[in-house]
């Protein structure tokens, strides 16, 4: 293990890979979609009042902000948790062309 050793060399001998379905790729785009457009509408709700606010308004973007925040925690968990497919594999012996054994 000194500074100047050689590379070690790994042999690969096993991969791993994964296959999602399609329920993963919809709620990816729907908690994407779901954050953009909410967090500027309650922007725009926000930026947008004028005058005093009452108790009427606050209970308004009270309720907007949590549901905003229900459906990020609803599709974010949805797709971290959508079925995803692990497929191990083995790389092949080496390819020694076309050898025919014969008695």
């Not at 329920?23 to 005093?52: C, D, E, P, Q």
């Given at each position: 293990?000194?500074?100047?050793?050689?590379?070690?060399?790994?042999e690969?001998t096993?991969?791993?890979r994964?296959?999602?379905?399609?329920g993963?790729?919809?709620?990816?785009?729907?908690?994407w979609?779901?954050?953009i457009v909410?967090?500027?509408?309650?922007a725009?709700?926000?930026?947008?009042?004028?005058?005093?606010?009452g108790?009427?308004t606050?209970?308004?973007?009270?309720?907007?902000?949590l549901?905003?925040?229900?459906?990020?925690v609803?599709?974010?968990?949805g797709?971290?948790?959508?079925?995803a497919?692990?497929d191990?594999e083995?790389?092949?012996?080496?390819d020694?062309?076309?050898?025919r054994?014969?008695?």
């Amino acid at each position: 293990m000194g500074l100047f050793s050689r590379k070690e060399k790994w042999e690969r001998t096993f991969r791993l890979r994964s296959h999602q379905s399609s329920g993963r790729s919809i709620l990816s785009v729907l908690f994407w979609l779901w954050g953009i457009v909410g967090l500027l509408f309650n922007a725009g709700t926000l930026f947008g009042l004028t005058g005093s606010i009452g108790i009427g308004t606050s209970a308004y973007l009270t309720a907007t902000c949590l549901v905003w925040i229900g459906g990020m925690v609803l599709f974010g968990i949805g797709a971290l948790l959508a079925h995803a497919d692990f497929d191990g594999e083995r790389p092949s012996g080496e390819d020694y062309g076309d050898v025919r054994v014969s008695r």
